[in-house]
């Protein structure tokens, strides 16, 4: 059996651990579609936090109690870094993961494609899964905020402002990590979406899944910018089985309530099924499991099943994982 995961983010990479889990009890392979729309350049480094959380997870060098970056990271590059006043000062990058980044951008500026780089990344970590970016082009989610003039951002802020004035695009990770999404969103814009492809191998694991399973990220920022990469909605051919990433409506970590408030849809089981839809009606879903306490969820033209979703640990994820493979019946 083939299983693709569509995935991003730190829940992305948890339940790929249970996925990987299930699929070394039966032999089946594992290719997981990660989001790139958090991918941004600081420092002139090219970064790509959810790539490198699979990869950390699933490699075993994740901090455990952050959640994301390195274990043991340490952090004097950053120190130095705000002693010269270097910007952008809010976003911060540990040693540990610095070397990745180091050797990311050396590749990419060499030629090479970011689908080519992941595989030489995950050489040293050997995730056991395939990991693939969804499109080796520059794709980068943008949000559209209110602009506050009388703010202290100056020019930097005008030179931002989008169509109409009276608002200004900035990129995710300063939404997320600056201002922690404490600036109301009224859009997210995937920038390079429409003119990219998918990347290479995407198309062909695809092709020749037997099941296709979204993970509880983030549907507006870490699916949406998957399935806006150009032909990769059009290649799930395979049943496509989401876990919903609500439980009793609230998110089970990040800001997902937020992000699903900029495109006016409840913070809800029901909701974020809804948002993806069924594919009888042009939607993305066969399938879509729920947690135990939304189990009276329905999503019209979806078959909905209801599962314990804390991801606890590989044991309990692992459990959902079958769960979900039971509703994409394989």
Avoid at 25 to 43: I, P, Q, R
Avoid at 237 to 259: F, Q, W
Wanted: with cysteine.
């Amino acid at each position: 059996m083939h299983i693709v995961v569509l995935a991003g983010g730190i829940g992305g990479a948890k339940f790929l651990a249970g996925v990987r889990a299930v699929a070394r009890e039966s032999g089946s392979e594992v290719t997981a579609v990660v989001n790139v729309g958090d991918d941004v350049t600081l420092h002139g480094l090219r970064i790509c936090p959810d790539l490198d959380s699979v990869m950390y997870t699933l490699g075993g060098g994740a901090d455990p109690e952050r959640g994301w970056g390195r274990r043991g990271e340490t952090w004097t590059v950053k120190e130095e870094l705000t002693a010269y006043g270097a910007e952008p000062t809010w976003f911060g990058l540990g040693d540990r993961d610095l070397a990745t980044h180091l050797v990311r951008t050396r590749m990419l500026d060499a030629g090479y494609p970011l689908s080519a780089v992941t595989e030489a990344l995950c050489t040293r970590w050997q995730p056991g899964v395939r990991l693939l970016p969804a499109t080796d082009d520059r794709v980068e989610t943008h949000v559209v905020v209110e602009d506050d003039r009388s703010g202290p951002q100056g020019e930097a802020a005008r030179a931002g402002l989008v169509a109409g004035g009276s608002q200004k695009a900035i990129h995710f990770q300063e939404w997320w990590v600056r201002h922690r999404a404490a600036l109301p969103a009224k859009r997210f814009v995937f920038v390079g979406a429409e003119a990219s492809k998918p990347a290479a191998g995407v198309l062909e694991a695809l092709a020749a899944a037997d099941a296709v399973l979204v993970a509880p990220s983030n549907p507006v920022v870490s699916i949406a910018p998957i399935l806006a990469v150009g032909g990769i909605r059009d290649a799930l051919t395979a049943p496509v089985v989401g876990v919903s990433p609500i439980i009793g409506g609230a998110p089970v970590r990040g800001m997902a309530d937020k992000c699903l408030a900029a495109v006016q849809t409840e913070c809800s089981a029901a909701g974020v099924g809804g948002l993806y839809g069924a594919r009888s009606a042009g939607g993305l879903l066969d399938g879509w499991l729920v947690d135990t306490s939304d189990a009276d969820v329905t999503v019209p033209g979806v078959t909905v099943r209801s599962h314990d979703l804390w991801m606890r640990d590989e044991a309990s994820t692992a459990a959902i994982v079958r769960a979900a493979l039971e509703v994409a019946g394989v």
